[in-house]
T-cell receptor, first 114, second 117 residues
Framework: GDSVTQMEGPVTLSEEAFLTINCTYT??????LFWYVQYPGEGLQLLLK?????DKGSNKGFEATYRKETTSFHLEKGSVQVSDSAVYFC?????????????FGKGITLSVRP | GAVVSQHPSRVICKSGTSVKIECRSL??????MFWYRQFPKQSLMLMAT?????????EQGVEKDKFLINHASLTLSTLTVTSAHPEDSSFYIC?????????????FGPGTRLTVL
């Protein structure tokens, strides 16, 4: 079945450091890929998404490119801020449409220190 | 602001009691809602798909008689953990797709922390 693998955490960075969080997936067909973020005490929020190969999702300075050849969707940000401290989940949806199920990775906690 | 709410945000109960968790879509109608549980340092695991006006669809390994789901209206789904035991202690999260929004986008509630003593 579908699965998502994220790098082990937690990750601690200094403010303005470069961030990469790895995510690889296994799925049949052509899934949509997502990054969700969970800030302390809040629900998951969609950060960015990509629905087909070579698409780049971007939001709030974060980017991720859908790489079908490497089955990856790594999250990057050039300069992190303290406010980026949160838990980040990579996820995939195996079918099109908003009612399709999401498969999540384990999540990784990012802490950014001033 | 939040588009999906959950109530309660946390609950502590004794073993053997039943606990009901509500999930509401605040400004849109949701014919489908999803229920997840999340263990510490683990991913969200889909438990079931709640369908308005029909039976919920449960994922493999999830006991439907243990986790009762009722989608009574287009804005409300409830999850009842029946005869709860300590191993049911977890973080329960619901989500709902917003029909008028982009496809593939689901909105998540803030979660309910259940602790069974």
């Amino acid at each position: 079945g579908d699965s998502v693998t994220q790098m082990e955490g937690p990750v601690t960075l200094s403010e303005e450091a470069f961030l990469t969080i790895n995510c690889t997936y296994t799925a049949t067909g052509y899934p949509s890929l997502f990054w969700y973020v969970q800030y302390p005490g809040e629900g998951l929020q969609l950060l960015l998404k990509a629905t087909k190969a070579d698409d780049k999702g971007s939001n709030k300075g974060f980017e991720a490119t859908y790489r079908k050849e490497t089955t990856s969707f790594h999250l990057e940000k050039g300069s992190v801020q303290v406010s980026d401290s949160a838990v980040y989940f990579c996820a995939l949806s195996g079918a099109s449409g908003a009612n399709s199920k999401l498969t999540f990775g384990k999540g990784i906690t990012l802490s950014v220190r001033p | 602001g939040a588009v999906v709410s959950q109530h309660p945000s946390r609950v502590i109960c004794k073993s053997g009691t039943s606990v009901k968790i509500e999930c509401r879509s605040l400004d849109f109608q949701a014919t489908t809602m999803f229920w997840y549980r999340q263990f510490p340092k683990q991913s969200l695991m889909l438990m079931a798909t709640s369908n308005e006006g029909s039976k919920a669809t449960y994922e493999q390994g999830v006991e439907k008689d243990k986790f009762l789901i009722n989608h009574a209206s287009l804005t409300l789904s409830t999850l009842t953990v029946t005869s709860a035991h300590p191993e049911d202690s977890s973080f329960y999260i619901c989500s709902a797709p917003r029909p008028s929004g982009p496809t593939d986008t689901q909105y998540f509630g803030p979660g309910t922390r259940l602790t069974v003593l």
